[in-house]
């Protein structure tokens, strides 16, 4: 499995804007799909932005497209979450996620590692 930690979680107003990394460890991630994934109070995680390692294509769910980048730096192993204009509908916990699969998805069930998860919350 690969070791994955969050940070850059915290309060922002709306509007705003928030950069998450998630620095990965343990594995060589060019077969990797990685993940961010967001769960709110009271309800189901459910996924962000997905990221290729090795190519770098991307998918989004529709509800964040045009506001939140992903992105990866292979040198330092580590992938982003740029957050911009964000809004009070994005406050969750936000959790890092890496897959070895073969194609994008946005299923959970196909990440088998996952890092701690980081706050964000976001004020109106």
């Known amino acids: 499995q690969v070791q994955l930690v969050e940070s850059g979680g915290g309060l922002v107003q709306a509007g705003g804007s928030l950069r998450l990394s998630c620095a990965a460890s343990?594995?060589?991630?060019?077969?990797?799909?990685m993940a961010w994934f967001r769960q709110a109070p009271g309800k189901e995680r459910e996924f962000v932005a997905a990221?290729?390692?090795?190519?770098?294509?991307?998918q989004y769910a529709d509800s964040v497209k045009g506001r939140l980048t992903i992105s990866r730096d292979n040198a330092k192993n580590t992938v982003y979450l740029q957050m911009d204009s964000l809004k009070p509908e994005d406050t969750a916990v936000y959790y890092c996620?890496?897959?070895?699969?073969?194609?994008?998805?946005?299923?959970?069930?196909?990440?088998?590692?996952w890092g701690q998860g980081t706050q964000v919350t976001v004020s109106s």
């Open positions: 996620a890496a897959g070895r699969n073969s194609y994008m998805t946005s299923s959970r069930s196909a990440y088998d590692s």
């Open positions: 343990g594995r060589t991630l060019n077969s990797y799909i």
């Open positions: 990221i290729r390692w090795n190519f770098g294509s991307t």
